[in-house]
Nanobody, 121 residues
Framework: QVQLVESGGGLVQPGGSLRLSCAASGSIFRINAMGWYRQGPGKQRELVAGITRDSRTNYADSVKGRFTISRDNAKNTLYLQMNSLKPEDTAVYYC???????????????WGQGTQVTVSS
């Protein structure tokens, strides 16, 4: 069993910054790709940023230059630094990780419970 727990969400004014964290725990042999997704009100869940185990990254066009994804493999933790936040960034942000557990040979995707980010004045 693997658990992903996000933290760091909250209310911030436009132009402000937040840093999200996602800590993975449980039966983890290796974590491959990780990513942040978000789901705004009335919208579908979308990829915000992804990162491979060797830290190659990709971003949605809407967040390029403002958000930075990173990870600490020793701590099984994923981060998202969000700067210059806009009201349209308001959403529930979810952490995703492709995990190979002990005793298994293939990866399985796990999701966190989500953390609310609200950008408003």
């Amino acid at each position: 069993q693997v658990q992903l727990v996000e933290s760091g969400g909250g209310l911030v004014q436009p132009g402000g910054s937040l840093r999200l964290s996602c800590a993975a725990s449980g039966s983890i042999f290796r974590i491959n790709a990780m990513g942040w997704y978000r789901q705004g009100p009335g919208k579908q869940r979308e990829l915000v940023a992804g990162i491979t185990r060797d830290s190659r990254t990709n971003y949605a066009d809407s967040v390029k230059g403002r958000f930075t994804i990173s990870r600490d493999n020793a701590k099984n933790t994923l981060y998202l630094q969000m700067n210059s936040l806009k009201p349209e960034d308001t959403a529930v942000y979810y952490c995703n990780a492709d995990v190979v557990s002990y005793g298994r040979y293939t990866e399985y995707p796990y999701w966190g419970q989500g953390t609310q980010v609200t950008v408003s004045s």
